[in-house]
T-cell receptor, first 112, second 113 residues
């Protein structure tokens, strides 16, 4: 049973470009979380989704950020017109019915 | 007030000692509690979950939960250098459609050989 798969592991974008981060949950998990982590800081909740439904997006910036989890395929976190302040590690986690969340390896986004 | 607060670190303990990590949470409806370990540059790894008041032991780790005091702790017995990491406390309401997992800022533990 493969773990949570995120890709790419590292992503470099120039200011103003779009970043697309992908996450495939563990088999049998229907819920996905996205978190952002800045160096030396904790995990900041961004959004919680189940297939075709956003449950909680209270941590998502109102502009430039969006997330989806389609019926088929991975969950996508999309950042439009990236700025330097978007540079961070973005972690995806998936949740089983019993509780807890299992994290992917993360995508390190660098905006230059 | 932050949703989840952890005792400030870093925490330095000698090898073989007990490391004690504390966490308080603000939302009384919280039902599920988790401890994660994160090595530098790596992703968080779930090491303990606890749902009922009392103690839960797993190897050298013991989680303690007191819902009345809104307090959860993690004890690491016989600390090893490999335990040096940041430990994150996470809390979830697990209500009907609210599974948001909120994290504390983490406590960094260094085990001295």
């Amino acid at each position: 049973n493969a773990g949570v798969m995120q890709n790419p592991r590292h992503l470099v974008r120039r200011r103003g470009q779009e970043a697309r981060l992908r996450c495939s949950p563990m088999k049998g998990h229907s819920h996905v979380y996205w978190y952002r982590q800045l160096p030396e800081e904790g995990l900041k909740f961004m959004v919680y989704l189940q297939k075709e439904n956003i449950i909680d997006e209270s941590g998502m910036p109102k502009e430039r950020f969006s997330a989806e989890f389609p019926k088929e395929g991975p969950s996508i976190l999309r950042i439009q017109q990236v700025v330097r302040g978007d540079s961070a590690a973005y972690f995806c986690a998936s949740s089983p019915p019993g509780g807890g969340a299992f994290f992917g390896q993360g995508t390190r986004l660098t905006v230059v | 007030q932050k949703e989840v607060e952890q005792n400030s670190g870093p925490l330095s303990v000698p090898e073989g000692a007990i490391a004690s990590l504390n966490c308080t949470y603000s939302d009384r409806v919280s039902q599920s509690f988790f401890w994660y370990r994160q090595y530098s540059g790596k992703s968080p790894e779930l090491i303990m979950s606890i749902y009922s008041n009392g103690d839960k032991e797993d190897g050298r780790f013991t989680a303690q939960l007191n819902k009345a005091s809104q307090y959860v702790s993690l004890l690491i017995r016989d600390s090893q250098p490999s335990d040096s990491a940041t430990y994150l406390c996470a809390v979830s309401p697990r209500a009907a459609n609210d599974y948001k997992l909120s994290f504390g800022a983490g406590t960094t533990v260094t085990v001295r050989a």
